[in-house]
């Protein structure tokens, strides 16, 4: 009996000692796959890739051809979350850009004075007032919802400031609110090139 269960304390312990050599090959195993990857693809794969210095780890750029074989064993789940917050930021400055740039191209009248972004308001929200050399744009918005509770509300409301250029009277000015909530301040006459707010 004494024989049978020294045989399994010796294969028990042998067990665990396979299993701690196999947990060290394993991650030997991930670390050399790293330092592969990077040795192997110094540079991306893909000839019209726009940035040729991608290393597989810190590739950002989802099209790249050394993404599929090495980016699921490269990265771990919080670079991968870093890179996708990455990614949303780039597009999300990329949007404000084009829109930025809309407004900018519509900026070429010498009357505008301003140009002022009021999105999520309703043109009965906006108002504008014009007082001691000043443009003040103000848009404020109430929600009323009905629940178990009662009445609940919900306001939002925000408040943009210009300065009036040299020589524009403050009873000249004009404003309106155009589809895409954006809010057109504009003067009859020419006046100096347009002060973008944003």
Known sequence: MSLCSRFLEDARRDLRKADREMKRQMRLMDLHSRYLCTYIHP??????????????????????????????????????????????????????????????????DHKLLALMDVKGFDPEDVTVKVKDGKVKLLAEHEEEYRTLRGKEYNY???????????????????????????????????????????
């Open 43 to 108: 540079h991306c794969l893909c000839s019209v890739h726009l940035h040729p210095h991608c290393l597989c780890e810190l590739h950002p750029y989802p099209h790249s051809l050394c993404d599929w074989n090495c980016r699921p064993s490269c990265l771990t789940v919080w670079e991968r979350r870093a890179i996708k917050a990455k990614l949303e930021a780039e597009r999300e400055l990329a949007s404000e850009r084009r829109r930025i740039n809309r407004m900018l191209s519509s900026c070429h």
């Open 156 to 198: 939002k409301n925000i408040t943009k400031e210009i300065n009036l250029p040299p020589g524009v009277d403050e009873d000249e000015v004009m404003y309106t609110v155009g589809p895409n909530s954006i809010v057109k301040i504009e003067t009859p006459r020419r006046c100096y090139p347009c002060l973008l707010s944003l």
